[in-house]
């Protein structure tokens, strides 16, 4: 089956959207029910994020409000909780500026790029929440607890994203990988050269 583009980038990020959202609701809801005292918090929507940021850019930002849903629902967030983290999250695609003036195969080739880019959407993301706490009444303080409480996450985005770079076309811009692997598959199809065994003709291609 043929699909367009669109047709893939949807099935793309519709996949990768169900897995953030199944993975934070079960990652929340087993620190909820085992480890209720805990206050550090791991949560795998800021490596998702980083990793749809490469293969889609924008759209990033529907994994970084749905993986935030999916986080305050199994927690039994407030609704201003709610507010701080599915649109301070969004902030995480400051890190999109990189691609204005490196491309985005440099970014990922690279692994002080890579961490670079991780790090500064994380900040970015932590930051928002913090303005958006702020609006709705939070302190300046809540920023040292945000990054307290948060800094599991951060060793978890920086090792995932990390490990990604070493998944053929995982942390790879789509369009480039699908031209790449389009690319190599008509290499694989011409025949060597004194390659006899069709013959002369082209007809098999």
């Known amino acids: 089956m043929n699909l367009s ?25 087993a620190a909820r029910s085992w480890f209720p005292d805990e206050i550090y918090v791991l949560s795998p929507t800021m490596a998702l994020v980083c990793i749809v940021m490469m293969r889609w850019g924008r759209y990033a930002a529907v994994h970084a409000v749905g993986g935030s849903l999916a986080m305050c629902a199994a927690l039994g967030a407030e609704p ?19 691609f204005r003036k490196l491309k985005k195969s440099e970014v990922r080739n690279s692994t002080k790029l890579t961490l ?11 930051l928002g929440r913090w303005l958006v706490g702020m609006l709705m009444g939070g302190t300046a303080k809540d920023i040292v607890q945000l990054f307290a409480t948060d ?23 789509q369009i480039d990988y699908l031209v790449r692997t389009q690319s190599e598959r008509q290499k694989s199809m011409m025949p060597k050269e004194g390659d006899t065994r069709y013959g002369e003709s082209s007809e098999l291609f």
Request: charged share 15%.
């Open 5 to 29: 583009l669109k047709q893939y980038r949807a099935i793309d990020l519709g996949l990768m959207l169900l897995i953030l959202t199944g993975a934070e609701a079960l990652i929340a809801h």
């Open 80 to 98: 201003k909780q709610y507010a701080v983290y599915c649109a301070g999250t969004c902030f995480a695609l400051t890190a999109l500026l990189f």
């Open 116 to 126: 670079l880019f991780t790090l500064t959407a994380y900040v970015s993301a932590q």
């Open 151 to 173: 800094s599991l996450t951060l060793l978890f985005t920086v090792v995932a994203v990390q490990l990604a770079r070493k998944i053929d076309g995982l942390f790879e811009d």
